[in-house]
């Protein structure tokens, strides 16, 4: 009866030969134990072998708070608001962009030479991996980063460092695309060893005492190629949508190592910045040293007609009978002297716009121009030259956005010359009645004698040229302030970290790859 039930019933026949099979198949293969346990061990021993050799990677994070435009260069940037509205330029945020520069290959290859990591030392070990050294190498090699830019393949330095202090070197190197090599003993250090690829310079490390030989190997690559492998390694990417915050994270073999790239690479970042920011403040800076420079000849010369003038005609004092008449051409003459120095500055202007070598460069600015129109013009035409040149650091002169930009750089030059041409037209129009005015009141003391009229014509060269030199000095200094003022566009507000686990090789996958590998053959 049991049998015709397990008949009738397929499911429970197929479970109970399906129960029978696996114990068929666990006791097969049992008596062949100590074939899995030798598979296993000698997969486990290779996977760490492997992993002797491997040199491990860090991760070093941070974090960096980017500072928005203030509001001054907001303000400024009504004008990018318009250009854009007509549809001549298109331009991502701004945050987006300092994210780019921050990872760029321009910023990268500045930290890499400052901190020469296009050299790097390492400690020869008979088993296992080199082990990697920074700022602890009993003999440092260091080779120009202009000579190393010019390298084919590197250089290879070998180096047994004995307890004498003398020094075996091996080099090895490729020109014409043909391998060298140079063998050498160095008795005394630090020195200086010429090769045809450039100078190396070996220096010992005082504060490290060897108690036995050391085998060193130092490696130099070229800075350009160091930086491309720095930024495969480097991440910067934004912590949210909301916020300024950048997070850093790069791959290296020695954590402090990443954390001295991070640190510097903030500090080139901030510099470039704060460069871009005083640009406009420099020229205006040399600007106005050239006006004082020349000015001051000038006064020199207006004091000195004066004082020699004096001197001949025997004058020390006005008449009360002269000083009474001559009040009343006091109000013209001062606007005529206000006058007459607006129309030097805009002639200055004019001749360093009108200039060729200044084409691409920024219009100085905050010199004393009484006419708002032109110091707004000429603000936005700073605030283009400035961001074009931001674009270039990022993209190419081809770029269809940096094409466009010097398309409105061009039209806003015009409208700044323009403006110029009818400012200066206009304060010549206004010098002209002032004159007139100034002429018709000084008819009412012609019966004064020719030498006050002189001396009146002069004194007023001389104050015209002191009222313009007092006021170029008050805005040197004003422009000093601005210079020193400037705060860093970025800081670290979490400082690098490396973790505490390599990040690579990943030792628990080897290991537990090489066990299942080793069951399965």
Known sequence: MAEDRNYNNPQLQEEEEESINLYAIFFKYLIYWPWFIASVLVFVIGAYVYLRYQTPVYNVKSAVLIKEQDKRRAAT????????????LSMTNNFDNEIQILQSHTMVKKVVTDL???????????????????????????????????????????????????????????????????????????????????VLIFTPDTTITLTEPVSLTATISTPTGTAAGYCA??????????????????KNTIKQRGVDFIYRLVEVYNQDANDEKNEVAQKTAQFIEERIS????????????????????????????????????????????????????????????????????????????????????????????????????????????????????????????????????GLRITEKNLQREVNKHEGRVSNAPAQEKEFMSKSRQQEIKANLYTMLLQKREENAITLASTASNGRIIENPLAGKTPISPKKDVYLLGAVIVGMAL
């Open 294 to 425: 020349i000015i001051n000849k000038e006064l020199g010369s207006a004091e000195d007609a004066l004082a020699s003038f004096k001197q001949r005609s025997r004058l020390t004092n006005l008449t009360s009978d002269a000083q009474m008449a001559l009040q009343e051409t006091s109000r013209y003459e001062q606007q005529l002297n206000e006058n007459a120095t607006q129309i030097n500055l805009v002639q200055y202007l004019e001749n360093y716009i009108n200039n060729p070598a200044n084409a691409d460069e920024v219009i100085p600015a905050n010199v004393g121009l009484q006419d708002q129109n032109l110091a707004n013009v000429i603000n936005q035409y700073n605030t283009m030259i400035i961001e074009r040149k931001r674009l270039l650091r990022t993209s190419s002169e081809s770029n269809p956005a940096v094409i466009n930009m010097k398309s409105g750089i061009e039209a806003m030059r015009t409208t700044v010359q323009t403006t110029v041409n009818s400012v200066l037209n």
């Open 116 to 198: 020469e990591l296009y050299i790097n030392h390492s400690k020869n070990r008979s088993f296992g991996y080199n082990q990697p050294l920074y700022k602890n190498e009993p003999v440092k090699v260091y080779m120009s980063p202009e000579e190393a830019d010019q390298l084919q393949g590197g250089v290879k330095v070998q180096m047994n460092y004995g307890t004498d202090g003398q020094l075996k070197v091996k080099v090895a190197y490729t020109k014409d695309q043909e391998k060298k090599e140079i063998e050498t003993n160095i008795e005394q250090l630090p020195t200086a060893f010429p090769t045809e690829i450039g």
């Open 233 to 250: 390694n480097l991440s910067v990417a934004p912590t949210s949508k909301t916020t300024t915050i950048a997070q850093i994270n790069v």
């Open 77 to 88: 940037n009504n004008a990018f608001a318009a250009i854009q509205d007509m549809g001549m």
